[in-house]
């Protein structure tokens, strides 16, 4: 039996994890039979004036910020069960058009799931707005509106894990003001990605100790996206590893911080 003292934190634990499994089922996307007749509608148009009456019938259906329409593009897309229905939400965004903003503001609130399938499905969708390449990168400028302030815990953790280089670029054009600061984080980001690119095509076994440096003090830099970035390199290149006190970071003021010097930790149990 629980002794009595203790019913008052069983009782929160659970209204806790009550509240938690609430939350993160308030994140999916639930079917809208209406809409969703409306989407198959287009599928299922027999020539192009059908189909383009069925487009206009969706248009006034979805309404201007056309989040509700997206979250149904979304949810059938997850769903589809052959090439055609995969297409359609592309097919459909591309022909009212839906603006990229809008498909943005609707499907990063789902960022904040814990469910990593859901996570990557809605990763793959904004991929398409972050025009990623190999050579230069992602590039996040969509997101900036949703950047400024305080951003969405779940958005900064797709940025981070996404291209860590882009994420720090980004929100240090964004929030940086002074010139002598922001070539500071601009060139140490350069080095290290520099160094990530070599160390991982097996052109060097070892970073130079001017790289170690900059990684260092980036890991206790004031600024908390900064300590956030030495955080994942870390995560992503064990070489690079001892030059961020991970300790140190897995106690850091800010949760992002601390939840990616976590993630390493348990990459080296």
Known sequence: ????????????????????????????????????AGILGVLDAKDEVGQRRALEALRAQAGNAHERLVLQLFLLLQ????????????????????????????????????DRALRAAVGNVLGEFEHRSLERGAN??????????????????????TDAGAALLELAHLEVSDPTELRALLLAEHEVTDALWKLERRFVSAAEPAVVAELAALARHPR????????????REPVLRAAVPLEELRRDAHPLVRAAAEAVARQER
């Open 224 to 235: 908390w996206w900064a300590r956030r970035y030495a955080a994942e390199v870390a995560r």
């Open 79 to 114: 769903t589809a069960t052959d090439t055609r229905e995969a297409m359609l939400a592309g097919f459909v965004i591309q022909a009212l058009p839906i603006p990229p903003e809008h498909v943005i503001r609707a499907l990063v609130p789902l960022l904040e799931s814990e």
């Open 1 to 36: 039996m629980i002794p009595t003292r203790f019913l008052p934190l069983v009782v929160l634990t659970l209204g806790l994890a009550a509240h938690a499994q609430q939350a993160e089922k308030d994140l999916i996307p639930r079917s809208d039979p209406l809409l969703r």
């Open 140 to 161: 996040f400028s969509a997101y900036r509106p949703l950047l400024v302030g305080v951003p969405a815990p779940g958005l900064v953790r797709h940025l981070f894990e």
